[in-house]
């Protein structure tokens, strides 16, 4: 039976899920519309960065489920719910850039959150999984900053 704590953690991660979605699809949008001077390199890393994300989607919605929750990873849900900003009109590199880093900013709050109750519940599972996904956005941001820089 799952306890009160344990769904907090779930209901956690379903944000993390919702919020790394919308932060999967703005990376997409933003593979496919730069433009400039800077395009081989973002291109290139955009791609890098939602294959990232891709992968980070499915393992929280498997976290989900081994926890005994269910992801809501609907479209209707993501919409209602998301914190990550969802683009529609095109950005400039640099804005591009800087919506990773805001993105980033609420990915990792998000995460932090995910983790306190994770040790509330003395979930390691959960611990380990997700302590090095807020190193890897850190380090993300500290990158797409100095090339704002």
């Given at each position: 039976?799952?306890?009160?704590?344990?769904?907090?953690?779930?209901?956690?991660?379903?944000?993390?899920?919702?919020?790394?979605?919308?932060?999967?699809?703005?990376?997409?949008?933003?593979?496919?519309?730069?433009?400039?001077?800077?395009?081989?390199?973002?291109?290139?890393?955009?791609?890098?960065?939602?294959?990232?994300?891709?992968?980070?989607?499915?393992?929280?919605?498997?976290?989900?489920?081994?926890?005994?929750?269910?992801?809501?990873?609907?479209?209707?849900?993501?919409?209602?719910?998301?914190?990550?900003?969802?683009?529609?009109?095109?950005?400039?590199?640099?804005?591009?850039?800087?919506?990773?880093?805001?993105?980033?900013?609420?990915?990792?709050?998000?995460?932090?959150?995910?983790?306190?109750?994770?040790?509330?519940?003395e979930?390691?599972?959960?611990?380990?999984?997700?302590?090095?996904?807020?190193?890897?956005?850190?380090k993300?941001?500290?990158?797409?900053?100095?090339?704002?820089?």
């Open positions: 039976m799952e306890t009160l704590i344990e769904t907090k953690v779930v209901e956690k991660l379903n944000q993390l899920l919702t919020n790394y979605q919308v932060h999967y699809q703005n990376l997409r949008l933003f593979h496919w519309n730069v433009k400039g001077p800077f395009f081989f390199i973002l291109h290139d890393k955009f791609e890098e960065l939602y294959t990232d994300a891709a992968a980070k989607v499915d393992e929280v919605a498997e976290r989900v489920l081994a926890l005994g929750g269910s992801p809501r990873g609907s479209l209707k849900n993501i919409l209602e719910n998301a914190d990550v900003n969802a683009y529609e009109d095109t950005l400039d590199a640099n804005g591009m850039v800087d919506a990773i880093v805001k993105a980033n900013d609420i990915l990792i709050k998000n995460l932090g959150e995910v983790l306190a109750e994770a040790e509330k519940a979930d390691e599972g959960t611990i380990d999984i997700f302590t090095s996904y807020i190193q890897e956005l850190q993300q941001n500290w990158m797409m900053k100095s090339f704002l820089n």
